[in-house]
């Protein structure tokens, strides 16, 4: 007696459109806002992180920045395309820098609202990845 194919394949055509659609529809727009946002964050044993901000394309309007897990949440609006901003952190968090991600709100003219997220690194350390989401 031969198998019946028709439900596995069903199945599987059913999952590849799934992730299809989950992941964007295979095309990747992070590599877009790759090339046009960069965002660093470094702590310096001086006592302070340096949170940079730069679009390629200067087409940013405004950005709001927050630095969470501070027991007051770090809030600060800037606007045009390019800021560098100094934050005091007399010490290293005891739990390490991923309790205080930076988030940074963008209002772009043509990409429209975009989310960046990043982590604080120590000077001489590699930067960690940036995530790009569009809400």
């Known amino acids: 007696m031969a198998k019946k194919l028709g439900p596995p394949i069903v199945l599987g055509v059913i999952t590849i459109l799934a992730i299809v ?7 990747d727009d992070k590599d877009i806002l790759r090339e046009i946002f960069q965002v660093n964050a470094v702590y310096y044993e001086s006592g302070h992180v340096e949170v940079s901000f730069l679009d390629k394309s200067s087409k940013t309007n405004s950005v ?34 991923e309790i205080h991600p930076i988030v940074l709100d963008v209002d772009h003219n043509e ?23 569009r809400p």
């Open 21 to 27: 659609f989950l992941t964007g529809g295979g095309t």
């Open 64 to 97: 709001v920045m927050e630095i969470l897990g501070m027991d007051e949440t770090f809030q600060k609006s800037f606007t045009g395309s390019e800021f560098i901003e100094i934050i005091a952190f007399p010490n290293p968090p005891k739990y390490g820098w």
């Open 111 to 133: 990409l429209g609202h975009i989310q960046l997220k990043t982590e604080v690194h120590i000077q001489g350390d590699p930067s960690p990845p940036v995530i790009y989401s």
